[in-house]
Every structure is written in C-alpha cells, then in structure tokens.
C-alpha cells in the first residue's frame, strides 16, 4: 500500500498562517473522505476537519472561522489553511480517513482499522 506523507508545518507567532498538505497516495483515494487530526503534547489525537470527496467541509468548532479545507483530487493532495493560529494550535498535525463520529456524521473505512499514521507535521505557534 502507499503512504501518507503530511508536510508545510513549522514555528509560527500568534495570528499568523500556515498551510499544510497531504498526499496520501494508495491509501485515501479521491472518492474517499480526507480527514485532518491533530495531536498536542499529552493530550489523544482529535478530528479536526473533514473534507468529502465531493469538497464537503466540516470542522471542530475550535477551527470553524480559522482553518479551511481544500483538496486536488486529480493528484491525491489535501490541503488545510490555517490562519490566525492560536498557541493551543500547537500540535503535531495527521492526515488520514475520518473515522467515527465528527459534526453529525459517521464515518468509517477500510483504513480506520489498519492503525496506520503518516509521521505527521509538526505546528508551533509561539511568540
């Protein structure tokens, strides 16, 4: 099976911009969800945004207004805007399938359970 491979992240001040992609060939297709997870220091990896197939977007209300979701379908890519990022942004950022329950939806797929991870990039935001 292929990879996902997340990139884009890095240190940031407080209300700045960060644009993180997502190629996750062979394993999210494009008739697939693409879901965008982060993970704080000590705290479980949460759901944050869903993007459809079909460009659907649904978002944590601790995004909603701030990060928008985009994806190239044609080329397996996704894309998650960040802007005025806050320090309890900070976190190492996952894409992958959207699996359980997220703004009213159900979601599950072959990939929830194979416990597969791309190695995630890492979003500072700091003064």
Do not use: H
């Amino acid at each position: 099976q292929g990879q996902i491979v997340e990139s884009g992240g890095g240190l940031v001040q407080p209300g700045g911009s960060l644009r993180l992609s997502c190629t996750a060939s062979g394993r999210i297709n494009r008739l697939q969800a693409m879901g965008w997870y982060r993970q704080a220091p000590g705290k479980r990896r949460e759901l944050v945004a869903v993007i459809s197939s079909g460009g659907r977007t649904d978002y944590a209300d601790s995004v909603k207004g701030r990060f928008t979701l985009s994806r190239d379908n044609a080329n397996n890519t996704g894309y998650l805007q960040m802007n005025d990022l806050k320090p309890e942004d900070t976190a190492v950022y996952y894409c992958n399938a959207p699996c359980g329950y997220f703004s009213g939806r159900v979601y599950d797929s072959p990939a929830c359970a194979s416990g597969y991870w791309g190695q995630g990039t890492q979003v500072t935001v700091s003064s």
